[in-house]
């Protein structure tokens, strides 16, 4: 007996984004099933989809957002669930990697959690993983199985090219970053430099910036990153900038975490522009005039596409979204 199998692509979302979720849903013309999550009066999460998932490519969409660890966990027993009945395959869509700062031991004692959360998601039956700009490349290798390494960089590229100007510098707020900046500068024509700061030992919201490697003189800078947690590296960057006598500086990042005292630092800086994208939620209370957010939606909803159709997610980006 020989059977012609159809495909079908399912998606769920989790409960820390769903604007997100909807709106790639939307993208691919599709409609977010019903995980019906719920929690027990003890805090214990549960999980029950409302259709058959036997034979699907399931798509769940969570990003790593506070509380982070009851967002992993949920993810984690969505993943179980879509296994143990019986999904073909699973994809763990995570805009936002939970601990991905957390990808290298700098002092001793310390975990590799960002390898820890690639192995809950395998063992909980992810077969891949996509996600948005992750810290830094090496954590594709925590995990097992393909890793489709998203950037946010057209998204942000069309922005600059819009309402930037021609004579900008792009500026790395750190040495991890100048890779980054340097394909951002490549793309706009633009010059580089970055910023040299280190962190006191045993501070870990503490950022001190030494001195600026490059010409920003009279110029507007963009300074690029992948996240903005507390703010401290993007604010002590653009004091220097402006000490160096750049006339105006705008922050971009994929991920606006905003943790405190993130809102009141970028609200009393220097920077005159902040662009986030929606990979995480920006709650009313840390909407500033300053901020403008950009959708990655059609990004993620295009890589998803291509990964139902077995067809180049890099192909999406040219090639540029590997680190």
Request: aromatic share 4%; net charge negative.
């Amino acid at each position: 007996m020989e059977l012609v199998t159809k495909k079908k692509l399912l998606m769920y979302s989790g409960s820390s984004h769903p604007v997100l979720a909807q709106e790639i849903a939307r993208h691919l013309g599709v409609e977010l099933g019903q995980p019906n999550l719920r929690s027990f009066p003890n805090g214990e999460l549960h999980c029950r989809f409302n259709e058959s998932v036997r034979g699907a490519d399931v798509f769940i969409i969570q990003t790593h957002c506070g509380p982070v660890n009851e967002s992993i966990m949920e993810q984690l027993i969505m993943i179980d669930a879509a296994k143990r009945a019986s999904a073909k395959r699973i994809t763990a869509v995570c805009p936002l990697y939970g601990y991905a700062r957390q990808d290298r031991k700098a002092e001793g004692r310390e975990p590799i959690a960002a390898k820890l959360v690639a192995d809950l998601l395998t063992v909980a039956g992810a077969d891949r993983i996509v996600s948005v700009d992750l810290h830094s490349g090496q954590i594709q290798g925590f995990f097992d199985g393909p890793v489709d390494h998203l950037t946010a960089m057209p998204v942000l590229l069309d922005y600059l090219h819009e309402h930037a100007g021609h004579d900008i510098v792009v500026v790395a707020p750190d040495a991890g970053r100048v890779k980054v900046a340097e394909r951002f500068a490549q793309q706009l024509g633009a010059d580089l430099a970055f910023v040299n700061k280190y962190r006191p030992k045993g501070e870990t919201s503490t950022v001190l910036a030494r001195d600026v490697i490059g010409e920003v003189h009279g110029r507007r800078c963009v300074v690029i990153d992948d996240r903005i947690d507390t703010a401290g590296t993007i604010v002590a960057a653009a004091d220097i900038l402006v000490e160096h006598g750049a006339t105006d500086v705008w922050a971009m990042a994929t991920h606006g975490v905003l943790a405190e005292p993130a809102t009141d630092r970028l609200k009393d800086s220097v920077i005159s522009r902040i662009v986030l994208t929606d990979t995480v939620p920006l709650p009313p209370d840390k909407e500033i005039d300053k901020v403008e957010v950009l959708s990655v939606a059609a990004v993620i909803a295009d890589a998803i596409d291509a990964v139902f159709e077995d067809t180049s997610v890099s192909d999406i980006f040219g090639g540029h979204n590997q680190s």
